[in-house]
């Protein structure tokens, strides 16, 4: 009979001891899930906060290549990744630049590499795409930004979260850019502002107001 009650017994112990040890997994799988559903939210709430950035005012005295984009995209891109990113072009042009082009020191070593030192086998001729009202230059391996209209097109400040569209007015410009002096042009109600790319280096962002909006921006060599 004692043999009987003993064995009961230790069955109830088993039991008890397996419920628990569910209750236990269950409350640590719930315990996980609910650390991922934070990290999730807390992840979005950053993503959100991230996109909605309040620009500062650029007081630098030039602007990094490095530090722009257009539509999101650096502007010095390899000739493959800019195809992906504009597989149509509205037209292609190459011609001779009779003054050199920025691929001479942007893209140095390739340009060597290819067509000999000093580049002594190099024919000179740059192409030219034609895409969603800009322009991008290409020497057959690197493609570089060069100007663009600002009805289909946008100018990014990575660091300072400034956005440049076809909406800023002047005084908008002015606001992020306090130190930049305007400067009028041969037509009244078109001006300019620049600045430069580089400590004492005269290649600049150009950025051109009309009747009071951004019109177009673009990036400009001091080549002759």
């Known amino acids: 009979m004692k043999s009987k009650i003993f064995a009961a017994l230790l069955m109830f ?11 236990e997994n269950l409350k640590s799988v719930q315990d996980k899930d609910s650390l991922q559903t934070i990290i999730k939210q807390d992840s979005l709430h950053k993503e959100t906060i991230s996109g909605n950035e309040t620009p500062k005012a650029f007081t630098d005295d030039f602007l990094k290549i490095e530090n722009v984009q257009v539509n999101g995209n650096d502007i010095i891109v390899p000739q493959e990744q800019f195809q992906k990113l504009y597989p149509k072009h509205d037209s292609v042009k190459t011609e001779p630049w009779d003054c050199g082009s920025p691929f001479e020191w942007l893209d140095k070593t390739w340009m060597e590499k290819t067509y000999g030192k000093d580049l002594i086998n190099f024919d ?27 009805e289909n097109n946008r100018f990014e400040i990575k660091s300072h979260h400034i956005i440049l569209t076809k909406e800023t007015t002047v005084e908008d410009f002015q606001k992020l850019f306090p130190k930049l002096k305007i400067e009028n042009t041969d037509q009244k109600n078109i001006q300019r502002f620049s600045i430069p790319v580089g400590k004492e280096i005269e290649d600049s962002f150009m950025f051109y107001f009309k009747d009071g909006k951004l019109d177009n921006f673009n990036l400009w060599w001091l080549l002759c």
């Open 13 to 23: 112990l088993a039991l008890w001891s397996c419920q628990k040890k569910e209750k």
């Open 124 to 150: 000179g001729k740059i192409t030219t795409f034609y895409t969603n009202n800009a322009e991008f230059i290409s020497n057959n391996h690197t493609v570089i930004f060069s100007s663009a209209k600002s």
